[in-house]
């Protein structure tokens, strides 16, 4: 039912504070639900590209701080969905392998999305920069970036640790 939530996975909050973006993994969509009060305010679980394809198993979530566009991980469908905060569908870009979590890295306006042993680097449009193999992580599940260096901190989940890379693998 609206509202109620399966294995939740990525949330974030919009940009003035006003809502809670959850991506209702088990689901299929992602829920918007106001932050004050708790009351959902909207759900989406389909891109509108020619034909429309319901999201599966989205994973991590976040609001482009300049665009406010909302990036979903589209994890059975190995893509990147873009959305309005309204819902409506922009874009998608592909990921090579399931996309679990993001990371957006402001000074080059990239996205890191860490996937089955890689982390494709792409642009705030979807376009490809690069990617890096990562030989001994094969299920990333949290990424960041440390501000001081530069480098990219992954969450292993398979093997229980945590690995760190310079931000070109």
Not at 54 to 68: D, E, N, R
Request: with cysteine; net charge negative.
């Amino acid at each position: 039912a609206d509202g109620q939530l399966n294995f939740p996975y990525g949330v974030c909050i919009s940009p003035d504070g006003s809502e809670l973006v959850v991506a209702d993994t088990s689901n299929d969509r992602i829920q918007i639900f106001g932050y004050a009060h708790g009351e959902l305010r909207r759900v989406i679980q389909k891109t509108a590209a020619p034909p429309p394809t319901p999201l599966s198993y989205p994973g991590a979530v976040f609001i482009h701080p300049v665009s406010q566009l909302l990036y979903v991980s589209d994890c059975n469908n190995a893509r990147v969905c873009v959305f309005s905060l309204e819902g409506d569908f922009h874009f998608s870009f592909p990921i090579p392998r399931a996309p679990w979590t993001m990371f957006y890295e402001p000074t080059a306006d990239q996205v890191y999305v860490a996937a089955e042993s890689t982390v494709t680097i792409v642009d705030a449009q979807g376009q490809l920069q690069r990617i890096i193999e990562l030989p001994f992580c094969q299920y990333p599940r949290g990424l960041t970036m440390l501000p001081d260096t530069m480098e990219m901190v992954v969450a292993d989940y398979d093997r229980n640790q945590l690995l760190v890379f310079s931000k070109n693998g």
